[in-house]
Nanobody
Framework: QVQLVESGGGLVQPGGSLRLSCAVSGNIFSIYAMAWYRQAPGKQRELVAAITTSGSIEYEYADSVKGRFTISRDNAKNTIDLQMNSLKPEDTAVYYC??????WGQGTQVTVSS
């Protein structure tokens, strides 16, 4: 059984930074996609960033976070991380980790407010 557990969310002022981490455990035959999504109140869940490894490694970012967020994988710690810089109030949402487009974590709240 695959489990994803997010951590690192919290309250931060505009312009600040947070680092989210998703701990991955369980039996996984292969990992071909790792991603972070977010869902703000009253809005649909949206893709924030993703790493796909079908042949070559490719990175994808939502236009709204390009240049501010960075997704990475730590093989030693078995985590999927999201470094978020220059945070804006519109980044406020529950952030979810996703593995292979099918497994989800429980989410972690990120609030950007002064």
């Amino acid at each position: 059984q695959v489990q994803l557990v997010e951590s690192g969310g919290g309250l931060v002022q505009p312009g600040g930074s947070l680092r989210l981490s998703c701990a991955v455990s369980g039996n996984i035959f292969s990992i071909y996609a790792m991603a972070w999504y977010r869902q703000a109140p009253g809005k649909q869940r949206e893709l924030v960033a993703a790493i796909t490894t079908s042949g070559s490694i490719e990175y994808e970012y939502a236009d709204s976070v390009k240049g501010r967020f960075t997704i990475s994988r730590d093989n030693a710690k078995n985590t999927i991380d999201l470094q978020m810089n220059s945070l804006k109030p519109e980044d406020t949402a529950v952030y979810y980790c996703n593995l292979n487009w099918g497994y989800w974590g429980q989410g972690t709240q990120v609030t950007v407010s002064s």
